[in-house]
């Protein structure tokens, strides 16, 4: 039987997956395209582009869904974020296991589990990442939400499946708004003008 997240964590619902994954694979998109070996980018560069742009799309995305929420984290290079209240990480590699600092509990993702579950005393058996596959470019091929357990193993995989109607701009568009239209005042209207103004 596929692995229906929502089953076991009700808030981890289709549509709000797959609006985290868009955000992702967009950033993931976006960066890929920037990035510029014959200019001297290397996988390095590349990596730490799309994870700094990867978190600012997400803080940024909380103001428009109230179920996205950050997890505050002790060490500021660890970025947790929460869907309905449960903490999730992601990373970028295949979705087979985590790499060892992100199979990891935090701090963040304690305390956010003992703030969703009501439970000071909550069993930690699991932990939920998002894996982002992406090919030799840097373009994304595959997100997937991975339930690891402690030993770093995955027990279920969930591929988040890409919703092209769900397409989340990163920034908003700006308007272009008319010329404003100055005219002087017409005698009359600059007489009652001026006699206001006297008072």
Known sequence: MAFEPWKKHPFLTRDRLQIVAQILRQVRQETADLHSPQSGDNGWSLGCRAYARSCWALRRAVGDYVWLTMVREEQNYRFTFAIGGIPIRFYHGDSDGAPDKYATITDGELSQYKLAFGDE???????????????????????????????????????????????????????????????????????????????
Do not use: C, F, H, S
């Not at 402690?150 to 919703?163: E, G, K, L, S, V």
């Open 121 to 199: 005393d909550v069993e930690i058996a699991d932990v939920l990442r998002i894996a982002i596959e992406t090919d030799a470019a840097g373009a994304p091929t595959a997100i997937t939400l991975v339930q690891l357990d402690r030993q770093n193993n995955p027990i279920d995989t969930y591929m988040i499946p890409a919703d092209n109607k769900k397409i989340v701009p990163l920034q908003q568009k700006g308007i272009t708004l008319p010329r404003p239209k100055i005219e002087p005042l017409k005698p009359k209207e600059q007489k009652r003008k001026n006699e206001r103004d006297a008072g």
